[in-house]
Every structure is written in structure tokens, then in C-alpha cells.
């Protein structure tokens, strides 16, 4: 019975490639109409933080799907359709979950818009995890706030701005135009050499990607604008306009220019966010009291949550392999002591090619010792990626049965293999029954599935003794399955 990774018939799987300042542009058009209000869905975040997240992204059903490394785990943004089509991003979901089981994953969702949130929980039920890091959220404004900064509670900003009219009675604000590349440089380098900050390394990172933006402002359509005093830079802001909202991924001043923070955070909303422009994302505070007191002394309309969502699986609840007993077997963990006939099982290439995995991919020479096999076998329950277990009978080792490729449905795989001197003898069905059993009633599966190559018709027959009904094939493998009622 195998135990390989290839994918179920039918099943097509995600292909991701990296996110590279050169192929940005392709995920676009996903970000123009997007409504989650989250400001890393937009183009000049994949641009200036590729780095940071090593992202990669694949484009499933109409959706844009994002994937990260971030602390060590793959991070899989929640689907975004292009048209906003909230089914089509619950398939995509779905496309997700399937990829991980078969690359032998962890899933975990990130950039979870709230409203996203109680349908995932329910797809999952009690088994999953909800976090909202405070200093990720976002931002979020009425862009007529920002306009007019009326009423009382905009009182400071007035001032600063019409001190700095005051000081400064010959500004202007202009659009950025091309040929102020070399003019804009020069006022970031001024801005840059000045910061207080130059211990801070996201600053820095952030300073040497604004660099790079500066250039592509046009190609990207950006929204950019430039505030002077006396005739010199001393402000710009640079935006991005992401369905109803814009996004500013950019707001710098000169220090010694009063005021010059609000008039450029006025004159940018004046000039780019009007008509259906409702709002304006300011971003995240990445975890900086001054700026997150700052951003709060704008009077945000709402901060924004990006919601963490992580599943878990029936095995993730699993501290210690089980001893399971049929009628003549006994399924448990492999003893140190048998660490030698395990490797014979587990090491003999040609009987293990129907196994669907070659050990030579893993091993760290050519003839590792014997103890490395099972100390591979149990690294991989202890990361929850498969429960493996020696079939013993008489107490003597006679094959090994495996729970793997669990799912985040109450569903897992099961495979068998035996040591040629046990084969022939009904152990495989027996096994399989017993792990069945245990499955259903200890783990709580839904469903228990297995396959076998085409070529292996043996295991079929085993399959079909152990009250597993067959349901598909392809060219290679046929596919069965068994469920609590079966």
C-alpha cells in the first residue's frame, strides 16, 4: 500500500512562483478593487517588502493566492478574487488545504479580513487558532477627515498647518512629475542622512526600498505628490489607490519644517482622494509607540485587524504514540531494540518502491546506520506529520502501519508494509482494521483513505479485506476509502 505524496486523481495542484520586483505587476489587477482594507493586498507592498517575507504567489480560480515565509512557517494569505467573488475565494481555500496535505505542511492563514473570520472557524470547528497582532493592524481613515481636519477634535492639526502656511507662505504642492526623479532622490537622501532612527533595521530596509520605488512611481501609477518650501522639497507622501481606500506607503518631512507632517497628509488627500476615495490606509505602526500615537492622534475610523488563522489536525492532539491490539497484532510504537530489522523493512529500495517514498532523498549518506531510519520515523510524529506504528506479532517486529497526510476535515491516509517472511498471512487487512478503528474512535476521523499503485494489485485485495470500498483511479494509483460507517 502506498504512501506516496503524488496527487488524487481529479486534484490539481497549486504551482507557486516567486514574487520578484520584475513580476509584480502580474498580481495588479488583483489589488485595484480589493476590500479588506488591508494594505499589504496592494502592489507597493509586494514591491518593497518581497524581502522581508520571501513571498511566492499562485493565481487559482480567479484569485490571487500569497504565500510567505515568516518565523520560520509558511504563511498562506487568505485568497483574493479580482472580482470580489467570496466563492470562488472559498474554493481557492479549499485549493489550499489540499496543497499542504500533499506537500506534508502545516497550513496556516494570514491577512484574514474579520469579515472572513467566522466562516473559517466554522469550516475548521473548535480545533483552530484566531490571533490579531496589534502592531500589524492597519490604520484606517475617512479620507474627508483628512480633507478638512474640521471640528474640534482636528484642533492640533489645524495649528501645525497654519503655522507652517505662516512660516512658510511661498509652499506649494505639486503631483510629481517625472523629471523630479533626481529632485526627489535628493530630498529622500536629505530626509534619510537627518532620521533619528538609524538604529532601527526595518527603517533602514524601509529607506533602501523607497529608494527603489521612486523610480517605478510611473510604471506603477502611483499617486505621489511633493510639498515645497521655498521652492525646495521639504515633504512628499506617495499612495496607491486599492478599491475605495489609498494607501499611503509613503510619508516623509524634513525636521526643522513645523508642520510640514499634516500639510502633506492634507494637501495628498485634497489632491488624490476624492470622489469614491472613502478612505485613507496609513499602515501599520510595525510595533513603535511614537508612531503608533501618532497614527491614534489622526483619529482613525477604525484599526484594522489581519487575522491569523491556523487549523489543527487529529494528529496535533497526539502526545504519545498509542498500542492499538487486534486479533493476532499488535500496532506500537517500534521498539530501540528492533531499530535493525526496522531498517531492513524501511531501507530495501526495490520492495519499497510501491511504498511511494525513497528514503535516499532524506538519508544523510548512501548507507546511514541502522538507528536512522527510526529516528526519522519518529522526528516525523514529533512534527505531527505522521503516526507511525511497528506491527508486532508475537512480539516480533513484522511491519509497520502509518496514519499520514492528515487533513483539516477529520480525514487521513493510512499505509502498510511488511517484512517479506509476514506477507501472505492476511497481517496487512488486519492492521488496516485496527488502525481504522482507532482512527474513528480515538482520533475522531471522519474518513480513512488509502491507495495503491495501478502495478500492485495485491494491495488492493487487502484494501477491499479490511471493508475499505474503492472509489477512483487514474494512471497510476487506485484510490479507496472508509468511513465511520462503513
Not at 512562483?17 to 498580481?27: D, Y
Not at 499503485?453 to 484494501?463: D, H, V, Y
Amino acid at each position: 500500500m502506498s504512501a506516496s505524496d503524488m496527487v488524487p486523481s481529479g486534484k490539481r495542484m497549486l504551482e507557486f512562483q516567486k514574487t520578484k520586483k520584475e513580476n509584480v505587476l502580474a498580481v495588479a489587477p488583483f489589488f485595484c478593487g480589493q476590500t479588506t482594507h488591508i494594505s499589504d493586498f496592494s502592489l507597493c507592498f509586494q514591491f518593497m517588502w518581497h524581502k522581508h517575507f520571501t513571498p511566492e504567489y499562485c493565481i487559482a480560480e480567479d484569485c490571487l493566492i500569497l504565500k510567505e515565509a515568516y518565523a520560520g512557517k509558511d504563511w498562506f494569505h487568505y485568497p483574493l478574487s479580482r472580482t470580489g467573488d467570496e466563492e470562488a475565494e472559498r474554493r481557492a481555500v479549499a485549493l489550499i488545504e489540499e496543497y499542504c496535505r500533499e506537500k506534508e505542511m502545516r497550513l496556516h492563514f494570514t491577512n484574514v479580513a474579520e469579515k472572513n473570520v467566522p466562516w473559517l472557524v466554522l469550516r475548521y470547528g473548535r480545533d483552530v487558532s484566531v490571533t490579531n497582532i496589534r502592531r500589524w493592524r492597519d490604520y484606517l481613515y475617512e479620507a474627508e477627515a483628512f480633507r478638512s481636519f474640521a471640528g474640534g477634535k482636528y484642533a492640533g492639526q489645524r495649528n501645525h498647518i497654519n503655522k507652517f502656511r505662516k512660516n512658510y507662505p511661498d509652499w506649494t504642492f505639486t503631483v510629481y512629475r517625472p523629471e523630479e526623479e533626481g529632485e526627489l532622490l535628493a530630498f529622500l537622501r536629505e530626509y534619510d542622512a537627518a532620521r533619528a532612527d538609524k538604529d532601527n533595521r526595518l527603517a533602514d530596509e524601509e529607506m533602501g526600498e523607497v529608494y527603489e520605488l521612486v523610480p517605478e512611481i510611473g510604471r506603477f501609477g502611483l499617486c505621489c505628490g511633493l510639498l515645497r518650501a521655498g521652492g525646495k522639497i521639504v515633504a512628499c507622501s506617495v499612495g496607491e489607490r486599492c478599491g475605495d481606500m489609498l494607501v499611503v506607503h509613503i510619508e516623509k518631512a524634513l525636521r526643522g519644517y513645523e508642520g510640514a507632517y499634516p500639510m502633506v497628509a492634507q494637501q495628498f488627500a485634497l489632491a488624490f482622494a476624492g470622489g469614491d476615495v472613502k478612505y485613507l490606509n496609513r499602515m501599520d505602526d510595525a510595533g513603535d509607540m511614537g508612531l503608533r500615537k501618532s497614527k491614534l492622534q489622526y483619529l482613525p475610523c477604525e484599526v484594522v485587524g489581519k487575522f491569523n488563522v491556523t487549523p489543527r489536525r487529529a494528529i496535533d492532539g497526539v502526545a504519545h504514540l498509542p498500542e492499538i491490539r487486534s486479533e493476532r497484532l499488535t500496532l506500537s510504537p517500534v521498539r530501540d531494540e528492533d531499530a535493525e530489522v526496522y531498517a531492513r523493512l524501511a531501507g530495501d529500495v526495490e520492495r519499497n518502491r510501491f511504498w511511494g517514498y525513497d528514503w535516499r532523498e532524506d538519508a544523510p549518506s548512501a548507507a546511514p546506520q541502522a538507528g536512522w531510519f527510526l529516528a526519522f520515523a519518529r522526528n516525523l510524529f514529533r512534527d505531527k506529520m505522521e503516526l507511525p506504528l511497528g506491527i508486532y506479532v508475537d512480539g516480533a517486529l513484522a511491519g509497520e502501519a502509518v496514519l499520514h497526510r492528515f487533513g483539516y476535515h477529520a480525514e487521513a491516509e493510512v499505509g502498510v508494509r511488511l517484512l517479506p517472511e509476514a506477507e501472505g498471512k492476511g497481517y496487512a487487512a488486519e492492521a488496516v482494521r485496527a488502525l481504522c478503528a482507532y482512527a474513528f474512535e480515538k482520533l475522531e476521523l471522519e474518513r480513512v483513505e488509502a491507495k495503491h499503485f495501478r502495478e500492485n494489485a495485491r494491495s488492493g485485495r487487502s484494501l477491499l479485506l479490511a471493508g475499505m470500498r474503492r472509489r477512483g483511479e487514474d494512471a497510476t494509483f487506485v484510490y479507496y476509502e472508509k468511513t465511520a460507517k462503513d
